[in-house]
């Protein structure tokens, strides 16, 4: 399994459920979480065949944006 991370612009639970349905319609995505409690909002996305434009995509058509970490 693999995993990327991503900075985020998502702020509270709202804004999590707001990217939900767009992140559980990838079939790749095993799991994913944000860690509210960091300055930078961290989305780890889990799973295998991860595409980081299918989920940054997923992410703008919720309305936020993401950014590829290492």
Do not use: H
């Not at 992140?23 to 790749?28: A, G, K, N, R």
């Amino acid at each position: 399994m693999k995993d990327m991370k991503f900075k985020t612009n998502i702020k509270c639970g709202g804004c999590v459920a707001s990217v939900k349905p767009k992140l559980d319609s990838i079939p790749e995505i095993r799991e994913w979480k944000v860690d509210l409690g960091s300055p930078d909002r961290i989305l780890t996305v889990e799973g295998e065949n991860l595409d980081a434009g299918k989920i940054t995509e997923a992410l703008s058509s919720a309305g936020y944006q993401g950014v590829k970490i290492d």
